[in-house]
Every structure is written in C-alpha cells, then in structure tokens.
C-alpha cells in the first residue's frame, strides 16, 4: 500500500509537467502539436561557451536565455550538442566513435530539464561543419569517421542513437539537425573536400537511425537553397539521394531547415518578400529558415542593404509559406546581432497569432487574447517592450472601460475602471517578463501583449 501511495502522489505532482505538451509532428507542410499548427517563432542559441556541454557548462545561463525568449514571445531555439567534436564526444584516432562523457550526459540532462521547464522547443544540432576544419585539433578523426561506412555506424551506435533515447520522452526535443551546414565540407578544402555520396550517406544513415529509435523529427541546417533546391545546383538532400545511398524508406529528412544570409539573398531570392518553398520545389514537406541576421533580412547586392526589418521579418516569412524562423542568434555570439534586435518581431508574431506560437495553451494566455477587428479601444500602448518603469496607455474612449493586466500564467495583476483617455502603468512591482493588458468595453476585449525587460 505504501508503494501505491507513493506511486499516486508521484502521478498527482509531476503529471502536470505533461498537460498538453506534446511532441511536434509533421502533416504535409504543416508543423503540429497535439493536432494543431505551431509556428517557430524562434531563434539560435548555439552555445554559451564553445563546447558547453561537457565543457564549461552554466547553467543559469541556459535558464535564464529560456526565459528571455520565452517572455519576447518565441517558442524554440536552435542548440549546438557539440561545437568542434573536441569536448563532450569521444572519437579515436581512427575514426571511431566510442560514447560520451559523463559531464556530457549531465550537462545535457539539466539543459534539457530547463527547457522544459521554460516551455521552449529544442533543435538540436549534433555537429557542424567546424568538426572537420584543419584548425581543430581532431579533424582528421572526424574526417576518417564520416569517410567509413564503420566509422558512421560508431557515430550512430554510440552517439546518435543514446542522444536520441536518452531524450525522446522530452516533448520539447521538438527536432535533431544532424549537422550544421555541412556543405562546406564538400565545398572547402580546409573542411575536406569531401564527396558529396559519403556527406549523402552520413545523413541517410543518422536520420534512419533516429527514426527507427523514436518519433522525433530530423532536419538538416543546409547553408544555402542552392543545395537545397533542384532548381539551382541540386537538392542533396532529397528523400531519392539519401535513399540510393543507404535504401531505407526512413533515410530522410522530415522538414528542410535552410540558412539565410545576405549573400543568399542575393543570388536566390528573398525568402521573407518574394520566395516561398514552392519556387525552390521543396514544398513537399514543412520548410523553416533555420538561421538568420539577428538584424533584419539583408540583401548583398554591390552593398549590403536592410530589406527587411526585425520587427517585420516572422509575419514576412509565414505569409510566404515558410514554417519558422530562427535569427542567429539570441546571445550575439558575433556580429550578426541579438534578441534585443528581434524581440519585437517575435512579439508582433505572437500578438497576430498567438494560436501559432502556443497552438495547446500551454501558458493559459491564448484564450485571453481577443481581438476584435471591428472595434478598436486602444489607440495606443508605448514604450513596448518597456524598460523605463511604466507603459502609457492611450485609449480611443475611456467610458466604460476596465483595464486588465495578466502575467504569462493568466494570473490577475490588477483590474480597474478606466477614468480618462490616457493612464501610466508602473512597472515598479512587476517581475520582468511578458504582461498581457486587455481593455474591456461591454461584451468587446481588446489585448496587447507587453515585455517588461
């Protein structure tokens, strides 16, 4: 009886946890969670400190950047497992891949907890391109691994497919991206020059793995449409490639995830103004810009020029189809920009669809948010996001109206009757973070959201 008790208790408080967070699925070209469409109002966090986990991982960190995406609005990052192969995995002189550390594992467990906890999706990236570059200390192991149909085995026996195991009970895994942009490994001599067949193999075979393992989706981080795509040099990455080099029916990829910068741009278009997945014939499945200028969309014509603002470029991008978006990066990590450059973009998203960016009402804030397109009650609510200590609110008429404002968890901060057409909110008492101030007039509810930060 005593086990059955503990058993019920354990179940009434950590069950919970599990409401309506459910593992992202693919029908057709759409993301979906518990049956409804998500968009990936995201965003790239690819380290803290260059090979954290294993390395010099802080945890604190990996919270507290959560909570900052989550409160500007966004639902998912983009994360680096391992930077340059030299922490965290183990790899032998020959090639082969025999495990992880345990710092590796225990780093991971916490920073996947966080996520959790934070309600922020995951794609995890488990190496990239700067694996095989002649400056890392062990880039002639990860060349001779991904030149052997052994050595990949190793890769996928002992490292892969435990990441996978180890973390596919985590609804917020939502996706692993096999490699980041691992054409320069093909296109430059300092990452190999590798034979597109043996990149073609590697990816195949990883991706069949993870699928035979579990329900979590697979992706590619492409470095650009233009190995992306049949309509330019070729589309390495179809189902029909990977499947002649290792002739399984799940080596393949769930959606494509490609990379966006100026000088993409200039040469194939602008995804966010007058390309969608269908101009490149990859509209087959779900297809997410899995990074981009923190700044805005730039176009690298005889100089580079901001095309697209950061507030616009999320609403720009769905409205061509694309299923996410995920600035480089959230921490500024170089010279691309931050998530003070983007938050009001995510933001703008998340006011027009807040259905999209929390489609199970995981935060309770979506039934909340009603907006009225006939009617307007506010004329105006600025600064936002807010630093200075108060939001004005401007209403277009203050007669009988209340004002309410919720945190992120759909508790009550304050009600009251409107007495005139404009009124401070003080921020002194008010934890950072994301607010939702609604004017209620009759049966009408007009809400905005508002960052605090």
Partial sequence: ???????????????????????????????????????MNGANTPWN??????????????????????NAGGNSTRIWITC?????VNISDDGTVTGATPAF????????????????????????FDHFKNSNAKYMAWRKMILSDDKVTSFVDNYAVPFVNRYKANPYLWAIDVCNEIEWVNQDAADGNIAWNRLEYFVAR?????????????????????????????????????????????????????HYYGWNVKWFGNFAVDKTPADYGI????????????KGVFNDGATPTLVVLPSEMFLATWSKGWKGLMPWTSNG???????????????????????LVDPTNITGMNQKINRNQNHS?????????????????????????????????????????ARRTETNISSTNLSKGTYILSAIKGGLVESRILLLN
């Avoid at 035979?212 to 449409?225: C, D, F, H, I, P």
């Fill in 84 to 88: 340059n192969g030299v922490v965290g």
């Fill in 206 to 258: 990883v991706a069949s793995a993870i699928h035979e393992n579990s329900q979590v989706l697979v992706t590619l981080g492409s470095a650009a449409v233009k190995w992306n795509s049949d309509k330019y040099e070729a589309n390495y990455w179809s189902d029909a490639r990977l499947k002649a080099l290792y002739n399984k029916d799940n080596a393949k990829l769930d959606f494509y995830s490609i």
């Fill in 333 to 355: 990590v170089d010279s691309n920009g931050n998530l003070s450059e983007f938050a009001a973009g995510l933001l703008k998203f998340q006011k027009a669809h807040p259905e």
């Fill in 105 to 128: 594992w225990s780093n991971l467990d916490d920073m996947f907890r966080l996520a959790q906890k934070n309600k922020i999706y995951i794609k995890a990236t488990l190496i990239s």
């Fill in 49 to 70: 400190n260059w090979n954290d986990f294993g390395g010099s991982y802080v945890s604190t960190f990996w919270d507290s950047e959560f909570q900052r995406i989550k």
């Fill in 377 to 417: 009650i506010f004329e105006n609510v600025y600064p936002n996001p807010s630093g200075s200590g108060e939001f004005k609110v401007v209403l277009r008429d203050c007669n009988n109206v209340t004002l309410q404002l919720m945190n992120n968890c759909g508790n009550v901060v304050f009600n009251k009757k």
């Fill in 283 to 294: 509209n087959d499945r779900p297809c997410v810009i899995g990074e981009s200028p923190a």
């Fill in 1 to 39: 009886m005593k086990t059955i008790k503990i058993l019920v208790v354990f179940l009434v408080l950590f069950s919970p946890l599990f409401i309506n967070a459910q593992n992202i699925t693919v029908n057709g070209t759409k993301f979906l969670v518990d049956g409804k469409e998500i968009f």
